[in-house]
Structures are given as structure tokens and as C-alpha cells.
């Protein structure tokens, strides 16, 4: 008997984008927390624009400034308004709030699982979004509010995948429990998953997301095939992967080992030292973010 197709993820796309909707994750036409973070992926959005998508959500307007005034910025009551944390921390922090606010409902909206546990993949998610944050401040600022936003969303084709393919997923995390240091993409491929980045993809696509933000989603266990513009911030969820894993932050369908990755080092121009001092202050700086979103 021939083993079944491996699954095209083109021809797959009805199928990504149904269980995208029906975990809440694809948004409806209206305003919901998926939509509303996929506008704050805009790069171009002005701060009237994110103003006014967030103030159209009080819930999503108080976790900001509740962020905003919280000891992961540095402060304590400063910020009374939507408008002035945007003097005082900048558009891209904002963005980046607001998207972590929407990111936590978005996944909370799936139901919980056994494969997928949904406070672990936000707290996986988070720590990768800070991390690659942090990462860009010492080498490439420019960099570092879409560094947060795809370091967010690095995962977000994990509950699809599992969705589509539940044994395949159960499959793939007893692999990588016997042997952490396998190749993500290749175990997909042996328990004939449609890949997770793939997933993403298809959804990010239907939000009409930038072209930097799929690329450093879609190529982030392997930044090295990113297109050429995009791959440094590929690279720098890459190494934000590496650093929450080493921090401790690791999720049961990543690569459990926290091996750096010597190129991105080089391409970042970003030391061991450096890296090492990330990763000490992460759990700090995360917990400080996780409760500050906290309700």
C-alpha cells in the first residue's frame, strides 16, 4: 500500500483558512481582536489611525494603558490617554501593546487542548516578541516594532496545524521529546503536516499583513531561505527563539534545545555576551509584560 500524498499547502488553503475561522482566529468582517491586530501590522498606520482602532475597543484600550503605566516601561500612572502613550512611548510600542492585548484573545478564543495549551503558546509567544525586540534595540532599531509584531505572531499556525492534523501534531511533539534537536520542518514532513508556517502564512496573507511580517513568520526556523530584503528580520525571530528558549520559555513544538545559531550572531552583529545578558533579563521583563496585560 503507497503512503497517502504529502499535503500541498496551495491546495490546502480552503482547508487552513475553515479551521482558521473556526478556531476565531481568521476574524470576522466586523471588529474583533484578529482584525483589529492585523491592522496594528500595518507599518504605515498613523498614530490617529492606531488612536482611533483602539479606542474603538475600551477593553483593548485599558490593557493599554494599563501596559503603559506599568513597571515594563518604567512607570507608574504618567499616562492617562491612548493619545499620550503615544507621545511618550512611541508608535511601535503601542502597536505592539495593543497587538500583544489582541494576540492573548485571539488564542484564548481556541479551545483548549492536550496538544496545544493555549497560556503556554501566548507566554512562548510573548517572550520571542520581546526577546526579538530587545535584540533589534542593539543593532538595528529600525527593526524593532516589527520585530515584537513577528515574534509575536511566529506561532500563530501552531493550533491550525493541530486543528487539521491532531495524531500528526502528537506525533511530531513525541519526536522531538526523544530527540530535541531534530529539524521542525522535516518532522512536518515525515508525519505529513501541512506546515505551521504555512499556515500562518495563508492566514496573514487573507489579512493582507506586509511582506516582512509573512516572510519572517513564514521562514523563521530557517531565516537563511527568507527573500534577501526581509531575512535580517527573519533572523532576528530566530534568535529571539533562541534566547526565550534558553530562558526557559520553550513550547512543545519548537526545537527544545537553545543552540545559537552562529550566522545570525554575524548577520545581527550581536555577541554571545550580549546574548547572554538578553536572556538573563527576559523572565523579569516578561513576567512584567504578563502582568500588566493580565485583566
Known amino acids: 500500500m503507497s503512503a497517502s500524498p504529502l499535503p500541498d499547502p496551495i491546495a490546502e488553503i480552503p482547508r487552513i483558512l475553515k479551521a482558521a475561522s473556526a478556531l476565531g482566529i481568521l476574524g470576522g468582517a466586523g471588529l474583533s481582536a484578529p482584525r483589529v491586530l492585523a491592522a496594528l501590522c500595518n507599518p504605515r498606520a498613523s498614530n490617529t489611525e492606531v488612536s482611533a482602532l483602539i479606542l474603538q475597543e475600551p477593553g483593548l484600550a485599558a490593557r493599554v494603558l494599563k501596559v503603559a503605566n506599568s513597571a515594563f516601561y518604567g512607570r507608574a500612572r504618567s499616562v492617562n490617554s491612548i493619545e499620550g502613550s503615544l507621545v511618550v512611548l512611541g508608535l511601535d510600542a503601542v502597536r505592539g501593546i495593543a497587538a500583544a492585548a489582541c494576540l492573548d484573545r485571539t488564542v ?22 520581546t526577546a526579538a525586540e530587545a535584540l533589534a534595540r542593539l543593532r538595528h532599531r529600525e527593526l524593532s516594532g516589527e520585530a515584537f509584531m513577528a515574534g509575536l ?27 530535541p534537536g531534530q529539524d521542525v520542518r522535516e518532522l512536518e514532513l515525515q508525519h505529513r503536516l501541512i506546515g505551521h508556517e504555512a499556515c500562518a502564512t495563508v492566514v496573514f496573507e487573507s489579512w493582507n499583513l506586509p511582506a516582512p511580517l509573512i516572510d519572517a513568520v513564514a521562514f523563521h526556523h530557517h531565516p537563511r531561505e527568507a527573500p534577501a530584503q526581509n531575512r535580517r528580520l527573519a533572523w532576528l525571530v530566530h534568535a529571539g527563539l533562541q534566547v526565550a528558549r534558553g530562558a526557559g520559555f520553550g513550547f512543545p513544538l519548537e526545537p527544545l534545545h537553545a543552540l545559537r545559531d552562529a550566522e545570525a550572531m554575524a548577520d545581527l552583529g550581536i555577541s554571545d555576551a550580549a546574548l547572554d545578558e538578553l536572556q538573563a533579563a527576559l523572565p523579569e521583563r516578561l513576567a512584567q509584560l504578563q502582568a500588566a496585560l493580565a485583566d
Open 153 to 179: 505572531l511566529h506561532n500563530l499556525g501552531v493550533p491550525i496545524q493541530a486543528m487539521l492534523n491532531a495524531q500528526g501534531v502528537k506525533d511530531l511533539i513525541a519526536a522531538l521529546s526523544r530527540d
Open 108 to 129: 484564548m478564543r481556541a479551545p483548549e487542548s492536550a496538544l496545544i495549551q493555549r497560556t503556554a503558546l501566548v507566554s512562548h509567544s510573548l517572550a520571542v516578541a
